[in-house]
């Protein structure tokens, strides 16, 4: 399987200052700051093959983000070299550029007044995308995603799941051989995630486009995903199969009730009971050696449960799993 | 001083100005520039009478007088009543005017208890200090009457400002995307920076009494110097009220098209 | 590295971002105008009344025409990308363009060009509507539109750089809009926006001879009025180029500086 980027010894540090309030300080700040380094990355090997799908996982300032930006040519790495699809993204950026997109889920690249098919078109003078191809392209997206209705009204009139569809569309216009995707489904209902996943599938699936997918919603990962990165403090703390994460890791869902009336549950044997309130219930339960469904069944059949939400535990509890095993 | 020392002091000096310190300079570099703008006029008459030029019928330090009022005038409407356009016009384009709608007092006095312009006092310090420097000039005592009137047109310029910016917020309502109708009735008032009487007869009637810019400058100036009849302070005082008046119809109107559209 | 659809490309976003604004376009197209009346009833009461034919070299004939080049200049010239880095900036959605194989200078000159061809579509037509009524016959004979048109395309460049200077100066104050509100308090003042500068004290205007602000609307009006005799036009084209040249430098040192700090610290 060829390479599509390949990472060794990547090393990122920033210098924090320390904050100076108050006039004299200020001024003072102007000579001599006092500072001390953060170490957001320490030194990270990773490859990612052509056409994979790989999810990038970790908590907050696990150093996720440095990766990210390092990979988009706009982070200069304090060591290390990087390799992707044959360029060292900082030194060369202008012609990596034409090679891979990105999807950050807080910044929009859609201009706002404008219906998101001006900023298409934009996008294909800025990449000098031939007439017919870009048609193409866009065609096919707009299809794929369910956009037709909607992709020449003004941004701002759309809904947050239109407008991140139309994000996807837009840094996918150019053919890139790697898409990265920063917090793509924050914000979006069910419904527009599936239509999402379904869509990251179809153009890997055609294109071979690798994707990385930097999210905190597992569902994500679950549906697109085979191989994840867990980074916690600047480290890579797993790099392997999701399966094989799950299998030795997750060994707890997560269950959270909410019930009709006020009611009082005895929280069953080997469960771990994390919090309760008159109306509510949140609770462990073990996955293996004994059916998940039949204890939600029995729970619905015995009490008045208003909602009940399964999930897995949170990013950290996992890492957390990783450091005791 | 060690080498390694001199390194790191070399190292943490650059160009970074701490949070604190640019968001105060920025913060004081605002309210220059605002109150530079402010001296736009004045010092445009002072060069023009420098150069031996004059408006008829007024010195240097009269024209300096009108054109004080004015800012003063200005930044006390500022300072009061004008993010009423503004802020209206910003939450409408966020959607979060609603909030506003389900308070139980109107929306409006809302908006005027809410939002004091703290930018509107660079503008009134400009203002006072022209007039007053223009008074100070003045070889001229005026009367108790002249004063009273001086304040009175003063308040009636205030409140003409606080209609107008009424009026362009009720517009807003009917066209969302235009902002620019806030800025209409904001350059409004290049026609108060000199003497009404500069634009012909027929543009002094308009100014009194159809658009009255006159009485944010020309007005209360000619008050003060004792220029300006009771009877003229009356006629002003009731076109101020009818202006505020047509603006809350105005508003009342928006109000509806607001509420009966959904938004 | 200019290639034509890229130019067209952005034309066209140019051109849709004024028609989604066009009614705040049609406003403007209605004051600028205005500002232009308010000038000439202005100078046309102080110059009756001083009974003087010509002031400071300016008859009211001459003045009208300075005002309304005055305009033109300026609506060609105006550019708002300062306000449009720091939002940028602010945001973290100058992020977008880093990404893209694109080099943000050449593509906001690009913009910026655009910009003035539609701003003196938009803006010159109302203006010369205005001045048909407003300004008296003239004596065509000494103006002076070819070197104007050079002066005009020099003071465009100029001011885009000094603009984008402005705009880079918020990688490192948090806001701009202090620093921003303050330049255009001095351009109004300098450029000769509000007066022609021969009515400034003579010292001051010795003074002006040395700041690029006259270079940006002053001189390009004066020399379209035929206030120049060739050697000085050539001078003062010079001057424009020279100062653009001092921009370009600030600029690009800046930029460098700016994008180091981008790359390094991240926004």
Redesign the interface.
Known sequence: METAISVRGLRKNYKTYKREDGFLASVRSVIHRDFSTKEALKGINFDIAKGEILGFIGPNGAGKSTAIKVLCGILHPTAGEVNSLGHTPWEDRINYAQKFGVVFGQKSQLDWDLPPNDTFHLIKALYGIPEAAFKRRLNYMVKLLNVEAIYKTPTRNLSLGERMKCEVIAALLHNPKLVLLDEPTIGMDVVAKKKLHGFIKRINEKYNTTFIITTHDMGDIEKLCKRVIIINNGDIVYDGLLEELKKKHINNKLIEVKFEDKTRIRVPKRCKLISRTPYTLKFEVPVKGQSLDKFVVDIIKNYPVADIVISDPPIEEIIRDIYQA | MTISKWKL?KQ??N????????????????????A??NF?SP??IY??Y???????GWSLYEALLLVGTMSTVIGIEHVLTSSIGWASSEMIRQGTFDQMMIRPISPLKLLVLRLPDVDGLAEFAAGIMITLYAIYHLAFMPTFMNLLMYFIVIIAGVVLLTAFDIMSASANFF?V?????W??FI?LR??A??PI????SL?YVFLTFIIPMGILSYYPAQAFLGRLAWSSVALLVLITILFFVISLIMWEFAMRKYTSAGG | MVNIKRFLGIGKFEFNRHHAYRFDSLIWMILIPMFFLVEVFLWKSLFSASGQEVVNGFTFQSMTLYYFMAHVTMAVTSSNLDRMISYLVKTGKLIKFIIKPINFFHFSFIRNTWRSLIRAVLYIPPLIIAGYFLIPSIDFSYLQPHYYLISLILAGILKFNYIFMFGLFSFWLKANDGIRILRQGIAGFFTGMLIPLSFFPQPMQEIFKFLPFQYMLYVPVQIFLGNFNPNQIHQMLGFQVIWTIIFMFITFALWKKAFAKFKGVGV
């Open positions: 002091y943490s000096f160009l970074e100005v701490s949070s604190w310190m640019a968001y105060r300079l920025n913060f004081a570099l605002f309210l220059i520039g605002l530079i703008f736009f010092i445009v060069l023009i420098s150069n031996n030029l004059s408006f008829p066209f995307k235009a902002n620019a109708i800025d209409f350059e290049m026609f920076r000199y009487t500069i634009f012909g543009g």
